[in-house]
């Protein structure tokens, strides 16, 4: 494979180097010339006396012979070879002038087999005029056109143009098929490499010629794991050695859209999704692997555009949110205010720092890395923050007719960040609200079982496929029910919510029946007794 020589080179994955010690002559001369040797000792071993034809044909084998193992091959042409098939042939031709006979006629065959295998359609004429001229001829010269003997010669000399046909034939078809696979393979717009056990590139196709062009200018050694222009989905980070995708499947690992940028002129780098696959042989044992690269620069390029528009977004709301946020608690500090308008503003208050909270989460998702959660934690009253998020989506459920319950302790106490844990009950309060037809059901439950407080939200909506429910934690997921039927959001309510329960080192589950309904599932440890901290869950009762 060329890889080594240029950074550019590719060859075709259906061709993984096979030895074929039957292409040097020097070898598969030495094959002929042991069976030479065998019918000559059989035939010197028999009681009928050989006459002087053995001995010359094994004279000139002697000088053939010599001549294979000595000749520089490779700097000769390619039809060199010829001469040495034909030179056996004509000592066939010799060993068959010997009346006791034996059985080197049979050993056409092998100048045929050569011949064919490596010239194909010449290699069979060759075969044929090679077998007519230097043994059919003379062997029916020399002893006459009797019966037996035509019979004899004429059918070795057949059966050697038929061994030599058919494995022309077999040869071509083969050889169509490797050029079909590779021009296949060479014209996906997907990079592949084959390794074998050692890590070694055995093939690469045109396209990753082109990808290991950017990210190895000076070239590749051919090998896993050469460090060179490659960078992590940051496109800044250079990858190490032990982390370039081909080390990685090197050592067996199998993987997914593992992203790279390679090159670092930013007008041509590509961003490459890598996936690996193990090859293994016929007794299941690691023999290899197969990577494919996809190029994903466009939508690469895209994600980030999309965060820096949502960042300039979420920017420009925050000051005007800042006002209206300002200005509402300067309200409230009046004294003359009516108790309804008081509660009213304040209602304001809590939904403009939602709102602030929201932008704030936009931006944080946003960023390409995502930084752990700034967390506040104070001992909360955790009970009072779950009515409250029920309260706040009381109107909700109202417009939208869905029934909602809530079942608390009186005071449930655990050192928390309350605008966090209020914002994941928020969203998973309202996003069970948003999912449910009219006339539903949505309860929220908060208790202890025995080593962790559980929030429940359970609702009797839609319902999720089991095939959405492992990415609904992800940015920007949202289910075909959603989009179908023009729910609004934007997929990030879940994923704040899961990084919030898990800055608390707690867990979300979800469990759900399409067209029955979901229930989502926090669950937050206590605090260890021997922390000695206070845990205060008092009269279990309940509020709407
Ligand atoms: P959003 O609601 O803004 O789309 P979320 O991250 O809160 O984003 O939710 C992601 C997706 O999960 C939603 O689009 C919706 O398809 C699905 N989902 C979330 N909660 C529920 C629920 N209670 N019932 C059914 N589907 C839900």
Redesign the pocket.
């Not at 049979?106 to 194909?120: E, F, I, K």
């Not at 090859?279 to 044992?285: E, K, L, M, T, Y």
């Not at 929201?358 to 506040?376: C, F, I, K, N």
């Not at 962790?452 to 289910?479: K, N, Q």
């Given at each position: 494979m060329a890889v080594g020589e240029s950074a550019g080179g590719h060859g075709d994955l259906t061709t993984a180097p096979a030895p074929d010690v039957f292409a040097r002559p020097g070898v598969a001369q030495s094959l002929c010339t042991a069976l030479f040797a065998l019918d000559l000792v059989l035939r010197f071993s028999g009681p009928a006396e050989s006459g002087p034809w053995p001995r010359a044909g094994a004279g000139l084998l002697v000088v053939v012979t010599v001549a294979a193992l000595a000749l520089p091959w490779r700097r000769l042409p390619a039809w060199a070879p010829v001469v040495l098939a034909l030179c056996d042939l004509a000592i066939i031709g010799v060993f068959r002038l010997d009346p006791v006979g034996g059985g080197s006629a049979v050993l056409m065959v092998l100048p045929g087999l050569y011949l064919g295998r490596y010239h194909g359609r010449r290699g069979v004429i060759t075969t044929s005029l090679g077998t007519t001229l230097f043994v059919a001829v003379p062997s029916l010269a020399y002893f006459g056109w009797d019966g037996p003997n035509v019979s004899r010669i004429l059918l070795s000399v057949l059966v050697a143009i038929a061994a030599s046909l058919a494995i022309a034939s077999a040869v071509s078809r083969l050889e169509r098929q490797r050029r079909v696979s590779a021009a296949i393979v060479d014209s996906v717009d997907v990079g592949l490499v084959l390794l074998d056990d050692e890590g070694v590139y055995q093939a690469v196709n045109r396209r990753h010629g082109d990808f290991m062009g950017l990210a190895y200018p000076e070239g590749h050694a051919g090998r896993a794991g050469q460090l060179g222009l490659v960078y992590s989905a940051d496109g800044t980070s250079e990858v190490t050695t032990t982390d370039m995708p081909t080390a990685l499947a090197a050592r067996g690992e199998e993987f997914d859209d593992v992203r790279i940028w390679v090159g670092d002129d930013p007008l041509t780098r590509r961003a490459l999704s890598v996936s690996a696959r193990v090859v293994r042989d016929s007794g299941g044992r690691f023999d290899g692997a197969a990577l494919a690269y996809k190029d994903v620069t466009d939508f690469m390029r895209a994600l980030s555009v999309k965060d820096e528009f949502v960042s300039s977004v979420s920017h420009e709301l925050r000051t005007p949110l800042t006002s209206i946020h300002g200005y509402t608690q300067l309200l409230l500090e009046r004294d003359d205010l009516p108790a309804e308008v008081r509660s009213q503003l304040a209602v304001v208050v809590r939904n403009t720092e939602r709102l602030q909270r929201l932008v704030g989460d936009l931006l944080h998702t946003s960023r390409a890395e995502e930084d752990a959660l700034d967390l506040q934690r104070r001992e909360t009253d955790l009970a009072e923050v779950v009515r409250q998020a029920v309260q706040a989506a009381e109107p909700a459920a109202r417009e939208n007719d869905v029934r909602l319950e809530v079942r608390t302790p009186e005071r449930l106490v655990l050192k928390v960040d309350a605008q966090r844990i209020a914002q994941a009950v928020d969203?998973?309060v309202?996003?069970?609200i948003?999912?449910?037809p009219r006339g539903g059901e949505v309860a929220v439950e908060l208790g202890i079982d025995a080593n962790r407080v559980e929030i429940t939200?359970r609702?009797t909506?839609?319902?999720?496929d089991a095939a959405?429910r492992d990415r609904?934690?992800t940015?920007?997921?949202?289910?075909?029910?959603?989009?179908e039927q023009s729910?609004?959001?934007?997929?990030?309510?879940?994923?704040?919510?899961r990084s919030i329960v898990e800055g608390h080192a707690g867990r979300i589950d979800?469990e759900?029946e399409v067209g029955r309904?979901?229930t989502?599932r926090v669950r937050l440890p206590l605090p260890g007794k021997a922390a000695g901290e206070p845990v205060g869950a008092e009269v279990p009762g309940s509020g709407d």
């Amino acid at each position: 494979m060329a890889v080594g020589e240029s950074a550019g080179g590719h060859g075709d994955l259906t061709t993984a180097p096979a030895p074929d010690v039957f292409a040097r002559p020097g070898v598969a001369q030495s094959l002929c010339t042991a069976l030479f040797a065998l019918d000559l000792v059989l035939r010197f071993s028999g009681p009928a006396e050989s006459g002087p034809w053995p001995r010359a044909g094994a004279g000139l084998l002697v000088v053939v012979t010599v001549a294979a193992l000595a000749l520089p091959w490779r700097r000769l042409p390619a039809w060199a070879p010829v001469v040495l098939a034909l030179c056996d042939l004509a000592i066939i031709g010799v060993f068959r002038l010997d009346p006791v006979g034996g059985g080197s006629a049979v050993l056409m065959v092998l100048p045929g087999l050569y011949l064919g295998r490596y010239h194909g359609r010449r290699g069979v004429i060759t075969t044929s005029l090679g077998t007519t001229l230097f043994v059919a001829v003379p062997s029916l010269a020399y002893f006459g056109w009797d019966g037996p003997n035509v019979s004899r010669i004429l059918l070795s000399v057949l059966v050697a143009i038929a061994a030599s046909l058919a494995i022309a034939s077999a040869v071509s078809r083969l050889e169509r098929q490797r050029r079909v696979s590779a021009a296949i393979v060479d014209s996906v717009d997907v990079g592949l490499v084959l390794l074998d056990d050692e890590g070694v590139y055995q093939a690469v196709n045109r396209r990753h010629g082109d990808f290991m062009g950017l990210a190895y200018p000076e070239g590749h050694a051919g090998r896993a794991g050469q460090l060179g222009l490659v960078y992590s989905a940051d496109g800044t980070s250079e990858v190490t050695t032990t982390d370039m995708p081909t080390a990685l499947a090197a050592r067996g690992e199998e993987f997914d859209d593992v992203r790279i940028w390679v090159g670092d002129d930013p007008l041509t780098r590509r961003a490459l999704s890598v996936s690996a696959r193990v090859v293994r042989d016929s007794g299941g044992r690691f023999d290899g692997a197969a990577l494919a690269y996809k190029d994903v620069t466009d939508f690469m390029r895209a994600l980030s555009v999309k965060d820096e528009f949502v960042s300039s977004v979420s920017h420009e709301l925050r000051t005007p949110l800042t006002s209206i946020h300002g200005y509402t608690q300067l309200l409230l500090e009046r004294d003359d205010l009516p108790a309804e308008v008081r509660s009213q503003l304040a209602v304001v208050v809590r939904n403009t720092e939602r709102l602030q909270r929201l932008v704030g989460d936009l931006l944080h998702t946003s960023r390409a890395e995502e930084d752990a959660l700034d967390l506040q934690r104070r001992e909360t009253d955790l009970a009072e923050v779950v009515r409250q998020a029920v309260q706040a989506a009381e109107p909700a459920a109202r417009e939208n007719d869905v029934r909602l319950e809530v079942r608390t302790p009186e005071r449930l106490v655990l050192k928390v960040d309350a605008q966090r844990i209020a914002q994941a009950v928020d969203n998973l309060v309202s996003n069970a609200i948003k999912y449910t037809p009219r006339g539903g059901e949505v309860a929220v439950e908060l208790g202890i079982d025995a080593n962790r407080v559980e929030i429940t939200v359970r609702d009797t909506g839609v319902g999720i496929d089991a095939a959405d429910r492992d990415r609904l934690f992800t940015r920007f997921f949202r289910a075909r029910h959603a989009e179908e039927q023009s729910i609004q959001g934007v997929g990030l309510g879940l994923n704040i919510t899961r990084s919030i329960v898990e800055g608390h080192a707690g867990r979300i589950d979800v469990e759900s029946e399409v067209g029955r309904g979901s229930t989502f599932r926090v669950r937050l440890p206590l605090p260890g007794k021997a922390a000695g901290e206070p845990v205060g869950a008092e009269v279990p009762g309940s509020g709407d």
